[in-house]
Nanobody, 127 residues
Framework: QVQLVESGGGLVQAGGSLRLSCAASGRTFSSYAMGWFRQAPGQEREFVAAISGSGGRTYYADSVKGRFTISRDNVKNTGYLQMNSLKPEDTAVYYC????????????????????WGQGTQVTVSS
């Protein structure tokens, strides 16, 4: 069982930056792939980025590529999403998610591929 708690959301002006954190419980954090998703009002939850257990592989949605960076610190059991050059369309509730790396070849983008979810943190980008 893994429990995830996000933090770091807030209100920022367009062009600004935020860093989200995802603190995970459990002793085998490094064996879990992590993902970040977001959900804007009235929209489906969408994939943002994913990272392998070791941190050696990452994958991004086209909409955030070059602006967002996913990373993790397995000693601190924490994942991060650094968000730069924020745009109003990045406004959403951001969720971190995790799943065991067992059985996967490529980092998953589908919501149903992840077993564990945090409660979400609100990011609002003003124009």
């Amino acid at each position: 069982q893994v429990q995830l708690v996000e933090s770091g959301g807030g209100l920022v002006q367009a062009g600004g930056s935020l860093r989200l954190s995802c603190a995970a419980s459990g002793r085998t954090f490094s064996s879990y792939a992590m993902g970040w998703f977001r959900q804007a009002p009235g929209q489906e939850r969408e994939f943002v980025a994913a990272i392998s257990g070791s941190g050696g592989r990452t994958y991004y949605a086209d909409s955030v590529k070059g602006r967002f960076t996913i990373s993790r610190d397995n000693v601190k059991n924490t994942g991060y999403l650094q968000m730069n050059s924020l745009k109003p369309e990045d406004t959403a509730v951001y969720y971190c998610a995790a799943r065991s790396e067992r059985g996967i070849v490529v980092l998953p983008m589908r919501r149903d591929a992840y077993y564990y979810w945090g409660q979400g943190t609100q990011v609002t980008v003003s124009s």
